[in-house]
């Protein structure tokens, strides 16, 4: 079972820019998709962005598209998100996830089966 560990939440002014990280341990980390998710009070947990288990195909929601930027590095096992020109909406609880599958690229839900705790974007107006 693969570990992950999210790092980088905090409070920003609308505008401004963010970089998640989430280091994970536990299992061949390059062989599986990494995705970020996100969960704001009251509402479902949504897919922003997620990248194949190589690094070379991306995919983000719409809302983020343009603004967010993930990445990852298989030598140290991190995933980021890089957040940029950050919005009010996109206050949440961001998780880290790892894909289900070695070698599936995947942008749902159920894509996914290890997660992390979570860390606090708070986006200020």
């Known amino acids: 079972q693969v570990q992950l560990v999210e790092s980088g939440g905090g409070l920003v002014q609308a505008g401004g820019s963010l970089r998640l990280s989430c280091a994970a341990s536990g299992r061949t980390f390059s062989n599986y998709a990494m995705g970020w998710f996100r969960q704001a009070p009251g509402k479902e947990r949504e897919f922003i962005a997620s990248?194949?288990?190589?690094?070379?195909?991306?995919y983000y929601a719409d809302s983020v598209k343009g603004r967010f930027t993930i990445s990852r590095d298989n030598v140290k096992n991190m995933v980021y998100l890089q957040m940029n020109n950050v919005k009010p909406e996109d206050t949440a609880v961001y998780y880290c996830a790892s894909g289900k599958w070695p070698f599936q690229d995947g942008t749902k839900y159920q894509d996914f089966n290890s997660w992390g705790q979570g860390t606090q974007v708070t986006v200020s107006s």
């Open positions: 990248i194949n288990w190589s690094g070379d195909s991306t």
